[in-house]
């Protein structure tokens, strides 16, 4: 039985994505992920122009007049969501945790692949992986996912993107399209990436929240690292302290990025407590000119 609180959730960001997708993002996706080749359609009688590789000689020499076989691009596509819930998560300094942001962004992906026929499946993740559903099709097994996303407790802390990304390359046998959704605080996956990389198209969507990334300028204040429940008081009013903390934050995104590009991941940077359509769109956007070019 689903509580109250948990329905609505599920039902706003029903409404919320499914705008999104129907207004920006339905059409994006289908221009950027296509299929792996074409299937054959019909046969259909020559017209001036077709290509002549086309022509279908057995039906042509049956019915004395020149046809040729038409093909369509072979659309279904396999859609995997490995969705991080790992304790770090749940952190958020705006109306929204990293948690609450990666299911709405699930969402938006597993609408967009429905919307264009395709099956989307999730894995939910922590130190190991926890929880897989396999791909299926429907806008209810959508549904599914997004409240298996947000009810979800998960068993451990931790975060193993190692886990996950090795679990996929073990399950999924035929190329799929992967979307990692972390905040990547972990390491030592990077082999891992590149096995997964190599055979599937992954994208990193990173999320993010603006309190991990600065500090206030004049108290003490209590960090708890949410993964192992370390505790620490730190002396923010004291700027080498602020300054260091700037940088290791700074090194840890050059370095995630650094990592993505070497293996040819794109990424989508999202921040909990800001606008997520705009980053979407930009990356859709942006990776629609690459491949023109």
């Not at 948990?6 to 129907?22: A, H, S, Y």
């Not at 097994?141 to 996929?168: G, M, N």
């Not at 921040?271 to 705009?278: L, N, R, T, V, W």
Request: hydrophobic content about 40%; proline content about 3%; overall charge positive.
């Amino acid at each position: 039985m689903i509580d109250r609180e948990l329905f609505r959730k599920i039902r706003q960001i029903e409404i919320t994505t499914g705008r999104l997708v129907d207004e920006a993002l339905a059409g994006e996706y289908h221009s950027v992920f296509k299929g792996q080749g074409m299937e054959y359609d019909e046969v259909r009688p020559y017209q001036p122009g077709d290509d002549i590789r086309t022509i279908d000689w057995n039906v042509t020499s049956r019915s004395g007049t020149i046809h040729v076989k038409k093909y369509v691009e072979e659309r279904e596509l396999t859609v995997l969501l490995l969705v991080d819930c790992s304790r770090s998560t749940r952190f958020g300094t705006g109306s929204k945790s990293k948690e609450e942001v990666a299911a709405e962004i699930a969402a938006i992906l597993a609408f967009s692949a429905i919307r264009n026929n395709d099956r989307v499946g999730a894995v939910l993740f922590t130190g190991e992986v926890e929880k897989y559903i396999p791909p299926r099709k429907g806008s209810r097994h959508v549904l599914r996912l997004v409240r298996e996303i947000l009810a979800y407790e998960p068993r451990r802390r931790d975060t193993s993107l190692q886990a996950a990304l090795e679990f996929i390359v073990r399950i999924m046998k035929k190329r799929c399209i992967v979307f990692m959704i972390s905040d990547f605080f972990d390491a030592g996956f990077e082999q891992s990436l590149r096995l997964a990389a190599r055979k599937h198209d992954v994208v990193a969507v990173s999320t993010n929240d603006r309190g991990e990334m600065d500090l206030p300028r004049s108290a003490w204040v209590q960090y708890e690292d949410m993964e192992t429940g370390r505790v620490a008081w730190l002396p923010t009013f004291i700027p080498m302290v602020r300054n260091r903390f700037l940088a290791r934050m700074a090194s840890f995104r050059e370095q995630r990025s650094d990592t993505f590009n070497r293996h040819k991941v794109d990424q989508v940077e999202i921040f909990a407590d800001e606008p997520y359509d705009k980053p979407l769109i930009r990356f859709f956007q942006r990776r629609a000119r690459r491949q023109r070019h």
